[in-house]
């Protein structure tokens, strides 16, 4: 599983796919406060919407609905299977 | 216990204090703690919150006892924050609060069993039906509360570098970034993290329950509508119109019964009162000035019940997401849009409401660029010098006139907050990163007190400030006394020798010293100039504000120059209009910013760039429509 496993930036993620937390990007600023909002590895991830104007995009861990712009989206590593 | 929560990170950056009396008849201080992610903290707001409970500030006790009110919708994330400050060892009640929107998606508790596993009270309430209060108080009467037994399970290696700390809040900290005494890990901290989640999660297995997997998401299918590509922006455009067109419309109302108050009261002291510079003062000075600040007090209330309806429900934070983008461009985010709208009926409100802004770099920004925008203090001036400016306008092209000034107004705001983008560059670790609230039914109680709540600091300033610069204003256009004729008296009192003497400094933009005593009277609020030069030209009270703006209108376009060409030509109206578009010219807008910056250099500042951006603005014009030719 761990081999084929595909991994890619949330910013790409389409809406309304569950994804989960892979890691962040090296050097990811504020990672800290990005798990203190609950996004850790492991954890179940989806994108709701964009923006109207297109950036940022609505994104929710657990029952948290956050905005995130996409470059700040850049930054974290979501990958599609679920080990669960 | 009546507090003012916000449903907006972020909001309650001020203290909030209040009391009340225990079971016993005891009187207990309560203070209310902006909301926060974490011990860790990352604003000014959430750095209020650890210096607090850690009793770092000098200013505040470190509290006996700490209210925990945790959102049931989302526990878990709440107790993240909820844990750190259980583990302090101060004693705690936990709140679960907002029970009802738990319900609805499904949640409910086992308070007792969460409870006996942290060994403090927990409480199931819904504050916005007063449910839960009466057993908080209870509590908080009891003197024997407990702290908290809850530790999350740490690993070996990180409990022996913690044996050499005796401080319990060590674990929170002992990676702390900018602290002396700890060095900073992010590894580790990354790793205490993911902890305490797990620990969190662990605690909430047996005591919440998921009794509908499938039930329904009101917040959901709320935002569905709300933020959709097409009909979200439209419903955003549209309830903003709506509210603009009541400040406008509606407030007209209680303005005029407040205008008529202090015009009934000046009559009231003119009748009983002997003439002399007494009465003068008291009429022209104190109730002429006061009264002028005072008529904005229903705009200001209807602005705020509005922003408060919206932050009370979450929609406010679902408007900063649509715009963000648009923020973007000034390198400003979301957060910014709102106290910036609001800035157009009163930049006082708006700059008050930049305090929803976690960084204290947009926040600056945000204040700095607010006044730039066209309140409904420069309405006045903008009424009376576009028909000056163009006598045979049809109402659609004044209104394209005004609309054009409030565009102009507008691109000042994203020019200058992208110069101060650049300028105040530093490296920046702001998170645009924003919780998007779930809705929740809005509590006109705590709508009403915020409301008071600024109505009251709003009046206060009109009580001082205003009252005080409106006496020195009257004060230097009385003396020295000179003349019977009010005119004469104007030219030769301090006021008009001030007029003069800046006479050589204001020509270049097609003013005389008499629009030079209204630019500086006016310095203390724009609406001034109509009423300077209503004096300075000597117009008699008409019947209504109409007529006697009407009979302004006629004095000032009859105003000659000493050489007899006329002083209120096109070129100068429109000079004018531009300057008064920049110019920063509002003692209450000075006032607000030194309280919320803490310090003077921000508006002085701020006096300084508007005003020679207006003095620029103006100066082309002027100077630039005489090159083609116009006058």
């Known amino acids: 599983m761990i081999a084929d496993r595909q991994t890619f930036p949330l910013r790409d993620l389409k809406p309304n796919v569950i994804a989960v937390v892979h890691d962040f990007v090296e050097g990811t600023r504020n990672r800290i406060r990005f798990a203190e909002l609950g996004l850790l590895p492991g954890r179940e991830i989806q994108v709701l919407r964009k923006a109207p104007l297109g950036d940022p995009l609505e994104i929710q861990v657990g029952e948290t609905l956050l905005s995130i712009r996409k470059r700040e989206a850049e930054s974290i590593v979501v990958s599609l299977d679920h080990e669960s | 216990m009546r507090q003012k929560v916000a449903n907006y990170p972020g909001v309650t950056v001020e203290r909030k204090e209040g009391w009340f009396l225990d079971q016993h008849g005891q009187k207990q201080r309560i203070l209310d703690l902006p909301g926060a992610y974490s011990l860790n903290a990352t604003s000014p707001d959430e750095e209020i919150l650890r210096d607090v409970i850690l009793g770092r500030r000098e200013d505040t006790p470190k509290p006996d006892v700490v209210v925990c009110v945790v959102d049931a919708s989302n526990a878990e994330r709440h107790f993240f924050l909820a844990t750190q400050i259980m583990e302090l060892g101060i004693p705690t009640i936990v709140v679960l609060n907002m029970t009802d929107i738990a319900k609805t998606k499904g949640i409910e508790f086992d308070p007792q069993k969460l409870s006996d596993s942290l060994g403090v009270p927990v409480i199931l309430s819904n504050a916005s039906a007063r449910e839960g209060i009466p057993q908080l108080r209870v509590e908080l009467s009891n003197a024997e509360l407990k702290a908290s037994k809850h530790r999350v399970p740490l690993p070996e290696e990180l409990l022996a570098k913690l044996q050499k700390s005796e401080e319990p809040e060590d674990v929170h900290f002992l990676y702390e970034p900018n602290h002396p005494d700890h060095e900073f890990d992010e590894e580790w901290q990354d790793k205490l993290v993911a902890l305490r989640y797990g620990a969190v999660r662990e605690l909430f297995r047996d005591v919440s329950y998921k009794i509908d997997e499938g039930a329904r998401n009101p917040t959901e299918e709320i935002d569905r509508f709300a933020l959709h590509p097409v009909f979200g922006p439209i419903l955003g455009l549209g309830i903003m119109v709506g509210i603009f067109y009541l400040i406008f419309s509606f407030a007209s109302i209680p ?195 915020q409301m008071w709540e600024r109505g009251k600091i709003f009046l206060r300033r009109a009580g001082t400030v205003i009252l005080g610069i409106s006496i020195i204003l009257w004060a230097l256009e009385t003396y020295p006394k000179t003349s019977d004729d009010p005119t004469e008296q104007l030219a030769n009192s301090f006021a008009g020798k001030v007029g003069h003497a800046i006479e050589p400094l204001i020509e270049p933009l097609g003013y005389d010293w008499k629009i030079g005593i209204g630019l500086v009277t006016s310095f203390a609020a724009r609406e001034v100039f109509v009423s300077a030069m209503a004096v300075t030209y000597h117009v008699e009270e008409g019947d209504d504000d109409d007529s006697t703006m009407q009979a302004l209108l006629a004095k000032i376009q009859d105003a000659k120059r000493r050489d007899g060409t006329p002083v209120f030509t096109p070129l100068t109206c429109l000079s004018l209009l531009v300057f008064y578009v920049f110019a920063m010219q509002c003692m209450s807008t000075v006032a607000i910013v030194k309280r919320e910056t803490n310090s003077w250099r921000w508006p002085l500042f701020q006096i300084g760039y508007m005003t020679a951006a207006a003095w620029i603005a103006a100066f082309m014009v002027y100077q630039g429509g005489k090159l083609l030719g116009f006058t």
Do not use: H
Not at chain 2, 292 to 297: A, M, S, T
Not at chain 2, 342 to 367: F, H, N, Q
């Open chain 2, 255 to 449: 303005m005029d019964a407040i205008d008529a108050t202090f015009a009934w009261l000046g009559e009231q002291v003119g009748n009983f009162m002997p003439e002399g510079d007494l009465r003068d003062l008291i009429t022209d000075g104190i109730i002429a000035g006061v009264g002028g600040v005072v008529i904005f007090l229903p705009q200001i209330l209807i602005l705020f019940f509005f922003i408060g309806l919206m932050e009370d429900t979450g929609y406010l934070s679902r408007i900063a997401f649509m715009m963000d983008r648009l923020m973007s461009w000034v390198g400003l985010s979301g957060k910014s849009f709102l106290p910036l709208l609001s800035s157009y009926a009163c930049a006082v409100p708006g700059i008050m409401g930049a305090r929803t802004i976690e960084s204290p770099k947009d926040r600056l920004i945000t204040i700095l660029v607010a006044p730039l925008t066209s309140c409904s203090a420069r309405l006045p001036v903008y009424l009376l010098l576009i028909p000056a400016m163009a006598p045979n306008l049809s109402p659609l092209q004044k209104t394209g006139a005004m609309l054009g000034l409030y565009v102009l107004g507008t691109a000042g705001v994203f020019l200058f907050a992208a110069i101060f983008n650049k300028v105040f560059k530093r490296e920046s670790s702001t998170l645009a990163v924003m919780e998007l609230p779930t809705y929740k039914r809005p509590s006109l109680q705590s709508i009403g007190l």
